[in-house]
């Protein structure tokens, strides 16, 4: 029997004016790094990272489930709501959050969407981080598919959305892992996925405020693997060559969810992002 | 060709999980490849019936088309990028889907399963 090194807890915070009970997991000691899960997801998808001893010697990594993802709940009245994520909202909830749990500075590193909004933040509030590491993340991606299959009564969103992003996965990821993967997807609530996308595929905003990024107060390192069809190397590559200073690295053996789908795989890779990264906040 | 999709339909019936996984298919998809057209009936699930086409008279639910290099890229035990999932195909214009995308997608992990049981099993280091 071996007992994990990650703990979880729970913290509400302020989103659009009302309570989020957010539930968020850490581990390590030494540099806060902040690490936001894809859409559809939640903070599982960095375990492996968070139980790597030789990283969490000087990181201290901290996973959150967004509202409405794996054990953050909905907010109050949400059954009669429809979830549809906003930059803004998503800017707001990773600030409180922030704020809440009193970090100075934190490097910000998130996957897919959550790569999206760390470049959104690179851009309007680099002052509350110290770098960002965007991970499948590039300027825009139009849906090539309707995000609306994946929230229907008459099918389950979840299984329908998990077999869309398996196209994501590399075959070089371990089958365990790949089918830990996808759990997540099949997991999230009814209509989370389509309104994660709905943010991911829809706002442009990012595009314009790439040049406002300035790397050299916050470093911006992009990585993207080769096995990507949502954010393919050249999506990323055009993203990366729009910010001066940039750089970027590309993984010929991973997909959409590196650090879930192939945890040895990508763990060069995120070291490697790591050492770019300012050591203190 | 039809060989190929012959072998699969064998290895779907000897596959327990797949076959529940489809139990509510029944369907006919039609499969282009190149200037060869098949047309695979599914029964509960079951790949009942592998036709060569083509055929006038068989209506289909939805479409798969491709060429033969693609299929023979997609079907290897560690395809290359882009070639590793039918979507991968349709994102380089080696793949094509058409007509019912919905009920295809509502059947997406069966149908991409039953694609893929012609690729051999590879090891994989943890």
């Known amino acids: 029997m071996s007992i994990e090194p990650i703990t979880g807890r729970y913290v509400t915070i302020t989103v659009e004016g009302a309570p989020r009970r ?86 910000l590193s998130g996957c897919s969407m959550g790569g999206r909004i760390a470049l959104q933040l690179a851009a309007l509030r680099p002052e509350k981080f110290s770098g960002f590491i965007a991970i499948e993340a590039s300027d825009f991606q139009p849906a090539w598919y309707d995000i609306d299959w994946f929230d229907r009564p008459d099918a389950h969103g979840g299984e329908m959305g998990a077999a869309l992003v398996s196209a994501n996965i590399s075959p070089y990821a371990p089958k365990a892992e790949r089918e830990n993967t996808l759990w997540m997807f099949k997991q999230s609530g009814p209509g989370i996925f389509r309104g994660d996308l709905s943010f991911y595929t829809r706002d442009d905003s990012l595009i314009a405020r790439l040049g406002g990024i300035h790397t050299a107060q916050t470093p911006v390192h992009i990585i993207v693997g080769a096995y990507d069809l949502t954010c393919t190397p050249q999506d990323a590559k055009r993203t990366a060559d729009a910010i001066a200073g940039a750089t970027l690295a590309v993984m010929d ?29 | 060709m039809i060989e190929v999709f012959r072998n699969i339909q064998a290895q779907l019936n000897e596959t327990p999980h797949l076959l529940r996984l489809g139990r509510l298919f029944s369907e006919t998809v039609l499969i282009e490849v190149g200037e060869d057209q098949l047309y695979l009936t599914f029964e509960k699930g ?81």
Not at chain 1, 266 to 276: E, Q
Not at chain 2, 89 to 116: Q, W
Request: hydrophobic share 45%; with cysteine; glycine share 6%.
């Open chain 1, 22 to 107: 957010i539930y968020f997991e850490e581990a390590g000691q030494g540099r806060a790094v902040v690490c936001l899960h894809t859409a559809g997801a939640d903070t599982r998808q960095w375990r492996h990272l968070m139980n790597d001893a030789e990283i969490t010697a000087n990181n201290r990594l901290i996973a959150f489930d967004m509202p409405w993802h794996g054990k953050s709940l909905p907010p109050e009245g949400f059954e009669t709501q429809e979830y549809m994520l906003t930059t803004e909202a998503y800017m707001e909830t990773i600030l409180a959050l922030i704020d809440a749990l009193d970090l100075d500075r934190p490097v």
């Open chain 1, 253 to 281: 053996e991973l997909g959409h969810f590196p650090m879930s789908e192939h945890p040895v795989g990508f763990r060069p890779f995120f070291v490697d992002a790591l050492s770019k990264m300012p050591s203190q906040g």
């Open chain 2, 46 to 126: 079951q790949l009942v019936e592998v036709i060569p086409g083509p055929s006038r008279k068989t209506p289909w639910r939805f479409a798969f088309r491709t060429d033969a290099e693609a299929l023979e890229k997609f079907w290897q035990p560690l395809p290359e990028a882009k070639f590793h999932d039918i979507f991968g195909l349709v994102t380089i214009g080696r793949g094509k889907i058409d007509g019912d995308i919905l009920c295809l997608v509502k059947n997406l992990r069966f149908f991409k399963e039953v694609m893929a049981l012609a690729r051999p099993a590879h090891e994989v280091a943890a």
